[in-house]
């Protein structure tokens, strides 16, 4: 399986961009990028994914490098509920709608 | 509203109890999974089930038991054998077709082993 790799935690102030990278230098030509987020005590939520081309939603917007070997994702206006930890993940190609869960970026939105 | 119903919220068992979490969907999905939480952990996948009447074991199904009669229903039975059942535990259905891979999961039930 493709490892990801994300910043413990980060800090973003309140309005502004909230950009949170990530890094999947081992990834396969058909794996997907995922970004879920977990608000304190309750069941994560699916934000976004992609396979090569940007993407955005009104959620957020996803950002994938031209070989695929890291992402970032965007909150355009960060607000306080944005305050969750953020997961990214790289489905396997071949483990159906499996997803395996790290430990994510722990994000604090301050006013 | 569709979603997925998980029961009890909180959860207290004494050693050597088995005790069963409930996790009902309405979104006529076909697979449903369960993880657990540690606290300032990522999720680990306990057993998952693409279909009804079958299941397969996730990376830490050692204790843990699951049954899929229904295609809404997926219970999980933490049994006595399980070292140390005190988490964070995460129903997630989706719709088992294509490669869409979005979960949707329930609020969580919170066990803690007295």
């Known amino acids: 399986d493709a490892k990801t790799t994300q910043p413990t935690s980060m800090d973003c102030a309140e309005g502004r961009a909230a950009n949170l990278p990530c890094n999947h230098s081992?990834?396969?030509?058909?794996?997907?990028v995922y970004w879920y987020r977990q608000i304190h005590s309750q069941g994560p939520q699916y934000i976004i994914h992609?396979?090569?081309n940007n993407e955005t939603n009104e959620m957020a917007s996803l950002i994938i490098t031209e070989d695929r070997k890291s992402s970032t994702l965007i909150l355009p206006h960060a607000t306080l509920r944005d305050t969750a930890v953020y997961y990214c993940?790289?489905?396997?190609?071949?483990?159906?709608?499996?997803?395996?869960f790290g430990g994510g970026t722990r994000l604090m939105v301050k006013p | 509203d569709g979603g997925i119903t998980q029961s009890p919220k909180y959860l207290f068992r004494k050693e050597g109890q088995n005790v069963t979490l409930s996790c009902e969907q309405n979104?006529?999905?076909?697979?449903m999974y369960w993880y657990r939480q540690d606290p300032g952990q990522g999720l680990r996948l306990i057993y998952y089930?693409?279909?009804?009447?079958?299941?397969q074991k996730g990376d830490i199904a050692e204790g843990y038991s699951v049954s899929r009669e229904k295609k809404e229903s997926f219970p999980l039975t933490v049994t006595s054998a399980q070292k140390n059942p005190t988490a964070f535990y995460l129903c997630?259905?989706?719709?088992?077709?294509?490669?869409?891979?979005?979960?949707?999961f329930g609020e969580g039930s919170r066990l803690t082993v007295l």
């Open positions: 997630a259905s989706s719709t088992g077709q294509g490669y869409t891979g979005e979960l949707f």
């Open positions: 081992t990834i396969s030509g058909n794996e997907y």
């Open positions: 992609g396979l090569k």
């Open positions: 993940i790289v489905r396997p190609n071949n483990a159906g709608n499996m997803l395996t």
């Open positions: 979104l006529n999905h076909d697979a």
């Open positions: 089930s693409q279909i009804v009447n079958d299941f």
